[in-house]
């Protein structure tokens, strides 16, 4: 083998372990900020290259990349396929599956499925993207069923048939809140008088404590801050947004926010002092001023007509005085002030086709902060990647790359709704049908 071979073999292998992870839904801090250097920062088009294509079946669920992995789940349909329409009493039948895949290659490593029948709208597969902590994989199917896996060998640690365990329903558009894992304990939804919130042993899978109640248990993922030295569990269930303590399910704090047909998405979004909150539903927004002394908030402003963003989908971002984000009703890309929640401009290019219905509703884009190159990769429903950078004076589009085709379906239009990952210097995007990787290295 020659030198040179030899010295590029070290410099990949040494880059591969100097490379960023995404091992869990909205990346390391559960904050949409890509943090790796050596990104690209221009987009021509076709200037991106796929590194590999990976078969995968039905599935909402980003994946997660961590120690040179790619965690993926999806939904093989064994009687017919998905048509994309919303109809609760739509039921399928199929294997519900988490695949493991070489993060340099695309081939698979292993898998685990189980069967399993949804009974829910939009029964196109899981919602949840893995998280992926300290040689775990911890996951929770449309269903309810919640699964810790050993990371290298696919193998069961622990798992609970949640519904049938806490004698619950799932969502209505099934379970989508992705597991948190903080100290001892992950953190996951079950639903019903008590339990909407239920944190377990990250080892064993004994339940620790369990709280709220509401006849819906939403869809928001819990994180956890650090505030007036007091660590605060953030969670928005269909009655309120609370803070927990996350050792004990304690409410420190409780703000009542009730969005429509119990669509708590959204996790609270925090700038500085400030966590902002909102979701589908009349005027189903709030921002909050985190007290500096103890645990509590006090209310800045609510949401109203022309003010505010109200998401669906997809996380707002919130920098610099500025929210960003699309808003499930116009479906437009909007930006808000942080100060009294005027809106600034809108544009819908980042999250709808220009074929799209004139009307369309809940259209989707996907913002990622890259914080070196201070830009935004955007993956539109379209199956755009996009490269912006946003400000509190408009959108200017850097660059777009059109990487998959839409295969679900949404309100008449084609659509991927799936958040992709960025880790690797490239982007990890799936559809139904394949999850690819781009490379974005400089």
Known sequence: MGMKRIAWLFLASLSGVLADDWSQWQGEKRDGIWREAGVR????????????????????????????KVYVPDFVIADGGFDGKSQGGQTHKGLERILCLDAETGKPLWKHEYEVTYVVSYPGGPRVTPTVVGGRVYFQGTMGHLFCLDAESGDVVWKHDICQEYECEPP?????????????????????????????????????????????????????????????????????????????????WSVELKPIYGISRMAPLLLGDKLFVSGPGKNVAVLLELDPQKPGVRERWRGAIDKAVYPLNASPQ???GVIYGVDGESSALVAVSVNDGERLWSNKSPSLAPDAPKRARHGTAFLVYHEPNKQYWIFGEMGDLILAELSAEGYKELGRQHILEPTNGAWGRKVVWSHPAFANKSVFARNDKELIRVDLSE
């Not at 989508?176 to 939804?189: E, F, I, K, R």
């Open 41 to 68: 920062k221009d987009l021509p088009e076709g200037s991106a290259r796929v590194l590999w294509r990976a078969p995968v079946n039905w599935g909402y669920a980003g994946p997660a990349v961590a120690k040179g």
């Open 172 to 252: 209505r558009w099934g379970y989508a809140s992705h597991p948190l894992v903080h100290g001892d304990l992950v953190y996951a939804v079950a639903g019903g008088d008590g339990q909407v919130l239920v944190a377990f042993d990250k080892e064993t899978g004994v339940e620790k404590w369990k709280a709220l109640s509401s006849e819906e248990a939403g869809y928001c993922p819990p994180w956890v801050l650090k505030h007036a030295g007091v660590e605060q569990l953030l969670f928005w269930y269909p009655e309120a947004v609370v803070s927990l303590n996350p050792a004990s399910g304690k409410t420190y």
């Open 318 to 320: 919130m920098r610099e």
